[in-house]
């Protein structure tokens, strides 16, 4: 089993693969897209769930998605479809860092998925490439809550804390017009979600040959979550514009 059939399994049950509750993703869609005819792009949006929400509630609104994986998008493509919105949406299977558009973007998306680029601010370079005039970023980043130690550096990555996360951004050029920390509720509900996700499919299917290496990795994760990072971890999603859209 690869860690795309495992991620799959592990987020059936919460479809917004970061830890963000329904009414945080509504609010959030609210204030990057105010006028609901918007054009969006969404950099790595795996099974296409936010353009999918987006779409949805704003029978106006045309998206596109890139991601690498071909399952994922094979998913999203399924799920547009059910929802009568497929001719909306527009998916690319290619590196989210190669995707060239011919238009830009009133909304660019990029949730959880900045690794694919290197990190926090080559994201929003990538951003900024597809970007219109005055248009918004909606982008997610983790940040430590507390000072970590150095296993759960080395686990997740080298972050920084929330305001200097925030500082970044702002001397990059960019203006938070709105945001959201996730709580500790959505922070718990979504390792719950995912790791009783992984193990509830392998103790359905005892007979499957992957069951016990989901099993195993269900049980690794959560103590990882547990006794590692849980104390320490936060995760911010900021709706960013341009500081050069000022008069």
Not at 8 to 29: F, G, N, Q
Not at 42 to 69: F, K, M, N, Q
Not at 197 to 218: E, G, K, N, Q, V
Not at 238 to 245: E, I, Q, T, W, Y
Request: proline share 4%; with cysteine; aromatic share 6%.
């Amino acid at each position: 089993m690869n860690r795309e059939q495992i991620s799959r399994i592990a987020h059936a049950d919460h479809p917004i693969k970061s830890p963000l509750d329904d009414d945080s993703v509504r609010r959030l869609l609210e204030r990057g897209l105010p006028r609901g005819d918007e054009r969006v792009l969404d950099l790595g949006c795996g099974g296409g769930e936010w353009l999918l929400r987006a779409l949805a509630t704003r029978r106006r609104l045309h998206a596109e998605g890139v991601d690498i994986s071909e399952d994922a998008l094979a998913q999203a493509r399924r799920a547009a479809s059910d929802l009568g919105v497929q001719e909306r949406l527009i998916l690319h299977h290619q590196e989210a860092g190669d995707f060239v558009s011919s238009h830009s973007f009133d909304l660019v998306l990029s949730v959880g998925a900045t690794h694919a680029f290197g990190g926090l601010l080559p994201t929003l370079e990538a951003a900024r490439k597809h970007l219109a005039p005055g248009g918004r970023v909606l982008i997610g980043e983790g940040f430590w809550d507390r000072a970590p130690s150095q296993e759960a550096i080395e686990m997740l990555g080298d972050f920084t804390d929330l305001a200097t996360t925030v500082d970044r951004v702002v001397a990059d050029g960019w203006t938070p017009v709105g945001g959201h920390v996730s709580t500790r509720r959505e922070l718990d509900d979504y390792e719950w979600a995912c790791w009783g996700s992984l193990a509830s499919w392998a103790l359905d299917h005892p007979a499957d040959p992957d069951s016990s290496h989901a099993l195993t990795t269900a049980t690794t994760r959560r103590s990882e979550w547990l006794r590692v990072y849980r104390d320490t971890w936060g995760f911010v999603c900021l709706v960013l514009r341009r500081a050069s859209d000022r008069p």
